[in-house]
């Protein structure tokens, strides 16, 4: 009986942690797996790469998986190599230099690609049906190709350039001002550079920030040296010639007139799913590909999405009066891992049942949802974190059960907004308050009831707050890494077999390995430890 064949087209962090996940079956024989991987470096964080470009981070550190030993497991392991096309009836997946693979499963771990605004003076190449069927060859898998001086923060080459402008102490001008873009904003101005960000919303992170949160992180990114131009939509790019006769990027131009002078453009406007296989395939997406509960594509059951470039959707759902499908990929390393490992283990119960079943007979499961997403702000003296909605202002009407409590400290760059619906925590923003946003995610997770006198939660960002009362913080089943859903007791039993640090815990653990967000946490966690003797966390 032949091995269960399964193809894993994109050998990112998604891609690298679905492949790791089957190495049991690769190395009993009941799964032989090929990997196609588009780049030539070894699976690395993305997360970090902002960090990589202002050299906060080395290579070495972001590297996340080995591919040796996939191979050793006895997988194929292809990389520098792009795949061309998916013939869905011959189950076979076409390679640039024209091999042939076959598989009884094909997995799409894809990813994404800076999403290029509309520009007077850059190029946007449509990828439509028709178009690929044209030029396939030319726009599968690739980068939009921008112009000298412009350039997005994907992958290692858009860093290195990142690093050069930095290194020189240039005029940076990030085009967005979402999450990624104020990271990268905030550690380029750390290093040295001159940075402005130029946005066309009210305030920054809008999608994660009510107003006044924003405004008060606005006020906190002029205080680091970063400018914010706000109200502004990006029309065009200027150019001026280099000393050689280049043509680089010289100014962005704004709809209201601003003409914003810089040496590098950093678009930051959010990503677009690399889907182009699977639309030339002839598989449904929008905008990701169209994959049910249990990650199978709703066109052909043979063929699953995880990661960046998988729009979970329950079959039937139907387009949203003069739309599209509802949701979206939704961006974050956790949720695409924690696919790639669900998925793993149901092609891997499945390899076990009998080689080569065919996709009618799938494993009959489907992918428990994600929770809501916690966003945190990664930089140094600015502390964001949000989640839920939060749009609910104090003075609308409770009738629904909603409530609303918000202080603010402007002058000090200092925010916190609650919103509960019968007293539990739905929603939050809190801006320069740490330790309040540290307790306020733990109620958020849990569900937990918020006291009724909610300036009690202000005071863990006191002068005499005592962080050892918190000790909710560190109850054994806390989430402390939320990419990898770690918690507190998995940390502790991770020192208790020998882990003195966070990165001794990341290898042992993978907490702290996706946003590194949670890193001073699990320092925390590793000192109390430490300081109890070894004494796991008590409950209550």
Same mark, same amino acid.
């Given at each position: 009986?032949?091995?269960?064949?399964?193809?894993?087209?994109?050998?990112?962090?998604?891609?690298?942690?679905?492949?790791?996940?089957?190495?049991?079956?690769?190395?009993?024989?009941?799964?032989?797996?090929?990997?196609?991987?588009?780049?030539?470096?070894?699976?690395?964080?993305?997360?970090?790469?902002?960090?990589?470009?202002?050299?906060?981070?080395?290579?070495?550190?972001?590297?996340?998986?080995?591919?040796?030993?996939?191979?050793?497991?006895?997988?194929?392991?292809?990389?520098?190599?792009?795949?061309?096309?998916?013939?869905?009836?011959?189950?076979?997946?076409?390679?640039?230099? =024209?091999?042939?693979?076959?598989?009884?499963? %094909?997995?799409?771990?894809?990813?994404?690609?800076?999403?290029?605004?509309?520009?007077?003076?850059?190029?946007?190449?449509?990828?439509?049906?028709?178009?690929?069927?044209?030029?396939?060859?030319?726009?599968?898998?690739?980068?939009?190709?921008?112009?000298?001086?412009?350039?997005?923060?994907?992958?290692?080459?858009?860093?290195?350039?990142?690093? $050069?402008?930095?290194?020189?102490?240039?005029?940076?001008?990030?085009?967005?001002?979402?999450?990624?873009?104020?990271?990268?904003?905030?550690?380029?101005?750390?290093?040295?550079?001159?940075?402005?960000?130029?946005?066309?919303?009210?305030?920054?992170?809008?999608?994660?920030?009510?107003?006044?949160?924003?405004?008060?992180?606005?006020?906190?990114?002029?205080?680091?040296?970063?400018?914010?131009?706000?109200?502004?939509?990006?029309?065009?790019?200027?150019?001026?010639?280099?000393?050689?006769?280049?043509?680089?990027?010289?100014?962005?131009?704004?709809?209201?007139? @601003?003409?914003?002078?810089?040496? %590098?453009?950093?678009?930051?406007?959010?990503?677009?799913?690399?889907?182009?296989?699977?639309?030339?395939?002839?598989?449904?997406?929008?905008? =990701?590909?169209?994959?049910?509960?249990?990650?199978?594509?709703?066109?052909?059951?043979?063929?699953?999405?995880?990661?960046?470039?998988?729009?979970?959707?329950?079959?039937?759902?139907?387009?949203?009066?003069?739309?599209? %499908?509802?949701?979206?990929?939704?961006?974050?390393?956790?949720?695409?891992?924690?696919?790639?490992?669900?998925?793993?283990?149901?092609?891997?119960? $499945?390899?076990?049942?009998?080689?080569?079943?065919?996709?009618?007979?799938?494993?009959?499961?489907?992918?428990?949802?994600?929770?809501?997403?916690?966003?945190?702000? @990664?930089?140094?003296?600015?502390?964001?974190?949000?989640?839920?909605?939060?749009?609910?202002?104090?003075?609308?009407?409770?009738?629904?059960?909603?409530?609303?409590?918000?202080?603010?400290?402007?002058?000090?760059?200092?925010?916190? @907004?609650?919103?509960?619906?019968?007293?539990?925590?739905?929603?939050?923003? *809190?801006?320069?308050?740490?330790?309040?946003?540290?307790?306020?995610?733990?109620?958020?997770?849990?569900?937990?009831?918020?006291?009724?006198?909610?300036?009690?939660?202000?005071?863990?960002?006191?002068?005499?707050?005592?962080?050892?009362?918190?000790?909710?913080?560190?109850?054994?089943?806390?989430?402390?890494?939320?990419?990898?859903?770690?918690?507190?007791?998995?940390?502790?039993?991770?020192?208790?077999?020998?882990?003195?640090?966070?990165?001794?815990?990341?290898?042992?653990?993978?907490?702290?390995?996706?946003? =590194? =967000?949670? @890193?001073?946490?699990?320092?925390?966690?590793?000192?109390?430890?430490?300081?109890?003797?070894?004494?796991? *966390?008590?409950?209550?």
């Amino acid at each position: 009986m032949r091995p269960f064949r399964i193809v894993l087209v994109g050998y990112g962090p998604v891609g690298a942690r679905f492949a790791e996940e089957l190495l049991p079956g690769l190395r009993n024989g009941r799964i032989a797996l090929t990997v196609v991987g588009a780049e030539t470096a070894d699976p690395y964080n993305r997360v970090l790469v902002a960090e990589h470009a202002v050299g906060a981070v080395g290579l070495d550190s972001m590297l996340i998986a080995d591919p040796d030993a996939l191979r050793d497991a006895g997988a194929r392991v292809l990389t520098g190599v792009a795949a061309r096309r998916v013939d869905r009836a011959a189950r076979t997946v076409e390679l640039a230099d =024209g091999e042939r693979i076959g598989y009884d499963r %094909l997995v799409l771990a894809t990813g994404a690609r800076a999403n290029i605004p509309t520009l007077d003076g850059v190029d946007r190449p449509r990828r439509d049906a028709g178009t690929l069927e044209r030029f396939g060859d030319r726009l599968i898998g690739a980068d939009d190709p921008l112009p000298a001086g412009v350039t997005a923060l994907r992958d290692l080459e858009d860093a290195a350039r990142v690093r $050069e402008a930095v290194t020189a102490g240039a005029r940076i001008v990030v085009l967005g001002a979402g999450v990624l873009g104020l990271e990268i904003a905030l550690a380029a101005a750390h290093a040295g550079a001159q940075v402005c960000v130029v946005h066309h919303g009210p305030h920054p992170m809008p999608r994660n920030l009510d107003r006044g949160g924003g405004t008060v992180l606005g006020r906190a990114l002029r205080r680091t040296g970063v400018s914010v131009i706000a109200h502004s939509r990006a029309e065009a790019i200027a150019f001026r010639d280099d000393a050689d006769g280049r043509r680089r990027f010289d100014m962005l131009v704004t709809a209201d007139g @601003k003409q914003i002078r810089g040496d %590098l453009l950093l678009l930051s406007c959010g990503v677009t799913a690399r889907s182009e296989l699977a639309t030339l395939a002839g598989l449904r997406t929008a905008g =990701g590909i169209v994959v049910d509960e249990g990650l199978a594509s709703w066109t052909d059951p043979a063929v699953h999405a995880i990661g960046d470039c998988a729009h979970v959707v329950p079959r039937g759902t139907e387009p949203a009066a003069g739309g599209g %499908l509802p949701g979206a990929p939704s961006g974050l390393i956790g949720p695409g891992w924690r696919q790639a490992e669900w998925l793993a283990a149901q092609l891997s119960e $499945e390899a076990g049942a009998g080689a080569g079943a065919s996709g009618a007979d799938a494993v009959d499961a489907v992918m428990p949802p994600e929770r809501e997403p916690v966003v945190m702000l @990664k930089a140094e003296h600015v502390d964001v974190v949000a989640a839920g909605r939060v749009d609910a202002e104090p003075w609308d009407d409770p009738a629904d059960g909603t409530a609303v409590a918000q202080w603010a400290d402007p002058e000090h760059h200092r925010y916190v @907004k609650m919103v509960t619906a019968e007293g539990r925590l739905t929603g939050f923003v *809190s801006v320069g308050m740490p330790r309040t946003a540290a307790e306020l995610t733990l109620l958020f997770e849990r569900g937990d009831e918020l006291p009724a006198d909610r300036s009690l939660l202000l005071r863990f960002d006191g002068p005499d707050h005592d962080p050892a009362a918190a000790a909710d913080a560190f109850a054994p089943a806390t989430t402390v890494c939320w990419c990898n859903a770690v918690t507190v007791e998995r940390i502790e039993a991770s020192a208790a077999c020998g882990a003195a640090s966070v990165a001794d815990v990341g290898r042992d653990t993978r907490a702290g390995t996706g946003c =590194g =967000g949670c @890193k001073g946490r699990i320092a925390e966690v590793l000192a109390r430890f430490a300081e109890t003797g070894g004494a796991p *966390s008590q409950v209550g």
